[in-house]
């Protein structure tokens, strides 16, 4: 550890901040205006360097590599208009919540569009002209385009920041931010504002894409490396702050030089690796930011709602139909396994079915009458199944015990992460879920010793009497039932009423003496133990686990399953996880571009059934009942109207 390699981590920490804070800042302009969570956001950034790896390489000897890279970021921008104009404008009135879907589903449909126009390898670009050297700093070596990039990002931030404060253009996005409505009503075409935001957002991402080509090569897992890094910095910062997003950006890429500098370190007699830290240090900063201040470094606090949620119907307890239907449907699982007795495949594919079955209901749970979005839900579901995994191994439970166990060792991480969590709410709770479900990811990808590490663990079989798939499926059938019937249980009881009453007016329900941070907890911990038991089910039936059970992707596949099934019906998150899983399946064995397929699919379902499809069969229910029910009160009105003359 040297004065001078501290100096030059420094500066590499300094030209990585530019790259990152050109993408923060698109997004931190789209979500201050537009409202939307933009998850495909990313995906411009993959685009944008793939783009110009093209450019240079066919119009880089005649039109030159500077202005190659800058065809490549207004290609991006132009991109990110059709986007807008022909997909994100017919959903502005959907739920907050279904606009992410949306955008999720175009990141699928972007990388399967790049895998197939350039391949699946890494592409890496030529050096730039006249900066291809290196330049001596304190006696090392340092590349002479990474200084390039040290001085760009400042000036960028510079041109933004004239083009919101001294054009009128400007004018109407920094007044969009404050009220969209009032711009409106003032007369400006709110659709071309959103458009033009919209395409300067992705065409500062397709920039910071473009200027990474002579730095590191192009591959495919860049969109959801960055947009997870994106969402960091703009929280850290602050929404809709581009100054705050730009010394957020600096701060946690400097602490992840440090971190590198650093190295290994012996603290008491311990030695510690703080180069493993970086893969959650950015996560850590975010947890720390939140916690500390809500709004981020340089954002405002929001003023307190006297409404909070949409308004939704309230809950009825299940009629005599549905209970006879949902027992028709409990029996035809129960007999599948003789239906399916010459096709294996069915059983295990079913077992997948209801343990994704199990896990989207504990996430409604929080998401739906609680009110609470969680995008890190996955650190429950892999709490579960590493909690169930290492109980048999190290401790050598039998596995019956295990599944007891295991939810409470989710539970107990639920019990933690969901006392910081509950302080927040929106966006902010979000984030804050997410960091913590990143920071368990890494501390189980990195513990070698104990969880595996990348390998993860294997050997986690079920007891000798489940050793057979059908016994399996009918134990996992029995326990999924018994999981989804104790959280719609646990809602239509005292508690449940009060925690949808704190979902719906915060203050109101404070008001009657409803403690409704207390009730969010223990909504978080029930959710969290319910998440486990579905991890804990997930680890036997495969035989191993992984990191992956924890991942962001994860979190992310159990969001896409509640909010295609319908966030407002407590039917939605199986059938969401049951329709989610069974595409996944059967789309993924049929094309070598499953996702593009599967992320078309949902964007024509998010496009057909904006309130999902449980919600939108619900509605369509509601009309066809409505004139019958019409029909019956005025009959009922006539013949009261008779014994009255009578």
């Given at each position: 550890?040297?004065?001078?390699?501290?100096?030059?981590?420094?500066?590499?920490?300094?030209?990585?901040?530019?790259?990152l804070f050109?993408?923060?800042?698109?997004?931190?302009?789209?979500?201050?205006v537009?409202?939307?969570?933009?998850?495909?956001?990313?995906?411009f950034?993959?685009?944008?360097?793939?783009?110009a790896?093209t450019?240079?390489?066919?119009?880089?000897s005649?039109?030159?590599?500077?202005?190659?890279?800058?065809?490549?970021?207004?290609?991006?921008?132009?991109?990110?208009?059709?986007?807008?104009?022909l997909?994100?404008?017919?959903?502005?009135?959907a739920?907050?919540?279904?606009?992410?879907?949306a955008?999720?589903?175009?990141?699928?449909?972007?990388?399967?569009?790049?895998?197939?126009?350039?391949?699946?390898?890494?592409?890496l670009?030529?050096?730039?002209?006249?900066?291809?050297g290196?330049?001596?700093?304190?006696?090392?070596?340092?590349?002479?385009y990474d200084?390039?990039?040290?001085?760009?990002?400042?000036?960028?931030?510079?041109?933004?920041?004239?083009?919101?404060?001294?054009?009128?253009?400007?004018?109407?996005?920094?007044?969009?931010?404050?009220?969209?409505?009032?711009?409106?009503?003032?007369?400006?075409?709110?659709?071309?504002?959103?458009?033009?935001?919209?395409?300067?957002g992705?065409?500062?991402?397709?920039?910071?894409?473009?200027?990474?080509?002579?730095?590191?090569p192009?591959?495919?897992?860049?969109d959801?490396?960055?947009?997870?890094?994106?969402?960091v910095?703009?929280?850290?910062?602050?929404?809709?702050?581009?100054?705050?997003?730009?010394?957020?950006?600096?701060?946690?890429?400097?602490?992840k030089a440090?971190?590198?500098?650093?190295?290994?370190?012996?603290?008491?007699?311990?030695?510690v690796?703080?180069?493993?830290l970086?893969?959650?240090?950015?996560?850590?900063?975010?947890?720390?930011?939140?916690?500390w201040r809500?709004?981020g470094?340089?954002?405002?606090?929001?003023?307190p709602?006297?409404y909070?949620?949409?308004q939704?119907?309230?809950?009825?307890?299940?009629?005599?139909a549905?209970?006879?239907a949902v027992?028709?449907?409990a029996?035809?699982?129960?007999?599948?396994?003789f239906?399916?007795?010459?096709?294996?495949?069915t059983?295990?594919?079913?077992?997948?079915?209801?343990?994704?079955?199990?896990?989207?209901t504990?996430?409604h749970?929080i998401?739906?009458?609680?009110?609470?979005?969680s995008?890190?839900?996955?650190?429950?579901?892999?709490?579960?199944?590493?909690?169930?995994?290492?109980l048999?191994r190290?401790?050598?439970?039998p596995?019956?015990?295990?599944?007891i166990?295991?939810?409470l060792?989710a539970?107990?991480?639920?019990?933690?992460?969901g006392?910081?969590?509950?302080?927040?709410?929106g966006?902010?709770?979000a984030?804050?879920?997410?960091?913590?479900?990143?920071?368990?990811?890494?501390?189980t990808?990195q513990?070698?010793?104990?969880?595996?590490?990348?390998?993860?663990?294997?050997?986690?079989w079920?007891?000798e009497?489940?050793?057979?798939?059908?016994?399996?499926?009918?134990l996992?059938?029995?326990?999924?039932?018994?999981?989804?019937w104790?959280?719609?249980?646990?809602?239509?009881s005292p508690?449940?009423?009060?925690?949808?009453?704190?979902?719906?007016?915060?203050?109101?329900a404070d008001?009657?003496?409803?403690?409704?941070?207390?009730m969010?907890?223990?909504?978080?911990?029930i959710?969290?133990?319910v998440a486990?038991?579905?991890?804990?089910?997930?680890?036997?039936s495969k035989?191993?686990?992984?990191?992956?059970?924890?991942?962001?992707?994860?979190?992310?596949?159990?969001l896409?399953?509640v909010?295609?099934?319908g966030?407002?019906?407590?039917?939605?998150?199986?059938?969401?996880?049951?329709?989610?899983?069974?595409?996944?399946?059967?789309?993924?064995?049929?094309?070598?571009?499953?996702?593009?397929m599967?992320?078309?699919?949902?964007l024509?379902?998010?496009?057909l059934?904006?309130?999902?499809?449980?919600?939108?069969?619900?509605?369509?229910?509601?009309?066809?009942?409505?004139?019958?029910?019409?029909?019956?009160?005025?009959?009922?009105?006539?013949?009261?109207?008779?014994?009255v003359?009578?």
């Open positions: 550890m040297s004065f001078s390699g501290f100096v030059v981590q420094l500066l590499n920490g300094l030209a990585g901040a530019s790259s050109f993408v923060a800042a698109g997004l931190s302009l789209i979500f201050g537009t409202r939307i969570v933009n998850f495909a956001h990313g995906s950034f993959m685009v944008g360097i793939y783009l790896y450019l240079v390489d066919k119009l880089g005649s039109l030159g590599f500077w202005p190659a890279l800058l065809i490549a970021a207004l290609a991006v921008g132009v991109l990110g208009a059709l986007i807008e104009v997909l994100l404008r017919r959903i502005y009135k739920p907050e919540l279904f606009q992410l879907l955008t999720f589903a175009l990141v699928l449909v972007i990388k399967d569009a790049v895998l197939w126009l350039w391949g699946p390898d890494e592409l670009g030529p050096r730039a002209p006249g900066l291809k290196s330049v001596e700093i304190l006696g090392r070596q340092f590349p002479s200084l390039f990039l040290i001085v760009i990002g400042p000036v960028v931030l510079g041109l933004v920041w004239l083009l919101l404060t001294r054009t009128r253009f400007g004018t109407l996005v920094r007044a969009a931010t404050q009220d969209r409505e009032m711009v409106s009503a003032l007369g400006v075409n709110q659709a071309w504002l959103f458009t033009a935001v919209f395409a300067l992705a065409l500062l991402a397709g920039l910071g894409g473009a200027l990474q080509l002579p730095r590191e192009a591959t495919l897992e860049m959801l490396n960055t947009i997870g890094a994106a969402f910095v703009v929280v850290v910062g602050g929404m809709g702050s581009l100054p705050g997003a730009y010394m957020a950006a600096l701060l946690i890429a400097e602490i440090v971190c590198i500098w650093l190295g290994v370190v012996q603290i008491f007699g311990i030695d690796s703080f180069s493993k970086t893969l959650m240090v950015d996560f850590l900063v975010m947890a720390i930011v939140l916690v809500p709004w470094l340089f954002g405002r606090p929001q003023a709602s006297r909070v949620g949409m939704e119907e309230p809950l009825r307890r299940p009629g005599r549905y209970v006879v027992a028709a449907f029996l035809v699982l129960a007999v599948l396994p239906l399916t007795v010459n096709s294996p495949y059983t295990v594919l079913m077992i997948d079915l209801m343990i994704a079955a199990l896990f989207a504990s996430l749970f998401m739906g009458p609680a009110g609470m979005h995008f890190g839900h996955a650190a429950y579901f892999g709490l579960g199944a590493y909690g169930a995994a290492l048999v190290a401790l050598h439970l596995m019956e015990l295990a599944l166990v295991a939810p060792v539970a107990l991480g639920a019990f933690v992460y006392w910081f969590a509950v302080r927040l709410s966006v902010y709770l984030m804050l879920t997410l960091a913590f479900a990143q920071i368990t990811w890494a501390i990808y513990w070698d010793s104990f969880t595996g590490g990348s390998n993860g663990l294997t050997g986690v079920p007891s009497w489940l050793s057979d798939k059908q016994a399996y499926y009918w996992t059938l029995v326990l999924v039932g018994l999981g989804v104790w959280l719609r249980r646990v809602l239509f508690f449940g009423y009060a925690m949808r009453a704190g979902r719906d007016s915060v203050l109101r008001a009657i003496g409803i403690d409704v941070k207390r969010q907890w223990v909504a978080f911990i959710a969290g133990t486990g038991l579905a991890g804990a089910l997930f680890a036997f035989g191993s686990i992984s990191p992956e059970t924890l991942s962001v992707g994860k979190s992310v596949d159990g896409v399953m909010l295609l099934g966030i407002q019906t407590l039917a939605g998150p199986v059938v969401g996880a049951v329709t989610f899983t069974w595409l996944h399946d059967t789309v993924a064995r049929n094309t070598d571009y499953w996702r593009a599967l992320g078309a699919i949902i024509i379902l998010v496009l059934f904006p309130q999902g499809i449980a919600g939108s069969i619900k509605q369509l229910a509601d009309r066809w009942r409505a004139p019958k029910e019409g029909e019956a009160e005025k009959t009922e009105a006539k013949a009261k109207l008779e014994e003359k009578a």
